[in-house]
């Protein structure tokens, strides 16, 4: 199993960013997959998991109205699109996949570092 994920960087305050996680290893579309990150000094935190179709989304509320999750099964990717960024939201993203369609992950990418500043 492997998930590599891309697309962060600098944003400014109110900007936006996507996110990609690319999944190889599985049967992607056979699982949920989540996006997970951690900000500096703090624990693990789950933003949101989406189902093996895509028809199912959920979110934290600190990311509710402002992240889109979506997936593509033909390219066994996901994203993460991240709008009115706020600098709370500065973290280390990770997409992980779900086993059990509930949020316990199994396997989580390396990371890809997102920073929300002016």
């Known amino acids: 199993v492997q998930l590599v994920e891309s697309g962060g960087g600098l944003v400014q305050p109110g900007g936006s960013l996507r996110l990609s996680c690319a999944a190889s290893?599985?049967?992607?579309?056979?699982?949920?997959m989540s996006w997970v990150r951690q900000a500096p000094g703090k624990g693990l935190e789950w933003v949101s998991s989406?189902?093996?179709?895509?028809?199912?989304?959920h979110y934290a509320g600190s990311v509710k109205g402002r992240f889109t999750i979506s997936r593509d099964n033909a390219k066994n990717t996901v994203y993460l699109q991240m709008s009115s960024l706020k600098p709370e939201d500065t973290a280390l993203y990770y997409c992980?996949?779900?086993?059990?369609?509930?949020?316990?992950?199994?396997?989580w990418g390396q990371g890809t570092r997102v920073t929300v500043s002016s």
């Open positions: 989406i189902s093996t179709g895509g028809f199912r989304t």
């Open positions: 290893g599985f049967t992607f579309s056979n699982f949920y």
């Open positions: 992980a996949r779900d086993i059990d369609g509930l949020g316990l992950n199994d396997y």
